[in-house]
Nanobody, 138 residues
Framework: QVQLVESGGGLVQPGGSLRLSCTASGFTWDDYAISWFRQVAGKAREAVSCISGSDGSTRYADSVQGRFTVSRDNAKNTVYLQMNSLKPEDTAVYYC???????????????????????????????WGQGTHVTVSS
């Protein structure tokens, strides 16, 4: 059974930094992408970053490019989202989610298209964590 547990959220001032963690278990890392999403109440969930389990390639939403960095520690089964230069508009609940790299008919089986697809809004995820709150405010 897949389990995803996010942590690291909190209150930070504009311009500050936070590092979110997503500790995962119950699946083969090489066969999945891990994506970070965020959601503000009343708005649609937005993908902000993705890391592929097969080759470690990463993708970012334009809104966070250059400020956020996604990475993984295989030994700890953890994916991190380092968030720098935070802005009030980054305030949201942040979730991590898994997306299988195989069996995506809409991507014609292309593993390298999973992360770009997630960032474009394709519904490819199959498991979600419970979320962690991030508030950017002075």
């Amino acid at each position: 059974q897949v389990q995803l547990v996010e942590s690291g959220g909190g209150l930070v001032q504009p311009g500050g930094s936070l590092r979110l963690s997503c500790t995962a278990s119950g699946f083969t890392w090489d066969d999945y992408a891990i994506s970070w999403f965020r959601q503000v109440a009343g708005k649609a969930r937005e993908a902000v970053s993705c890391i592929s389990g097969s080759d470690g390639s990463t993708r970012y939403a334009d809104s966070v490019q250059g400020r956020f960095t996604v990475s993984r520690d295989n030994a700890k089964n953890t994916v991190y989202l380092q968030m720098n230069s935070l802005k009030p508009e980054d305030t949201a609940v942040y979730y991590c989610a898994t997306a299988p790299l195989d069996g995506n008919w809409q991507l014609r089986g292309r593993r390298d298209l999973v992360c770009p697809g997630l960032l474009r809004g394709l519904k490819l995820t199959d498991n979600w964590g419970q979320g962690t709150h991030v508030t950017v405010s002075s």
